[in-house]
Nanobody, 122 residues
Framework: QVQLVESGGGLVQPGGSLRLSCAASGSRFSIDAMGWYRQAPGKQRELVATITSGGRSDYSDSVKGRFTISRDNAKNTVYLQMNSLKSEDTAVYYC????????????????WGQGTQVTVSS
């Protein structure tokens, strides 16, 4: 189907910035929407931001004005620019993609990346 590989996590001080990337690969597929989710220790996975193939984006209230999601459709890649990071942004960030693939017939898919750790600490 479709594989997602994330990169860009790490340790950053409060107020700092990080940029996450997620590249999708596979054969005969299209992507309708991509997004970022995060899961902090002891908490449920939550939506951070999503973006459609047409470029429409949505954000959780907790990151609005600080995070920016973007995508390069030609590279099947989505980015998350995170500015003004706070300790509460510490979590494992997961990339998500939904769309359609073809293996003799068209089928929908939803894929997840392996996750990348973001730690905000002084």
């Amino acid at each position: 189907q479709v594989q997602l590989v994330e990169s860009g996590g790490g340790l950053v001080q409060p107020g700092g910035s990080l940029r996450l990337s997620c590249a999708a690969s596979g054969s005969r597929f299209s992507i309708d929407a991509m997004g970022w989710y995060r899961q902090a220790p002891g908490k449920q996975r939550e939506l951070v931001a999503t973006i459609t193939s047409g470029g429409r984006s949505d954000y959780s209230d907790s990151v609005k004005g600080r995070f920016t999601i973007s995508r390069d459709n030609a590279k099947n890649t989505v980015y998350l620019q995170m500015n003004s990071l706070k300790s509460e942004d510490t979590a494992v960030y997961y990339c998500n993609a939904v769309g359609v693939y073809y293996d003799g017939r068209y089928s929908s898919y939803e894929s997840w990346g392996q996750g990348t750790q973001v730690t905000v600490s002084s």
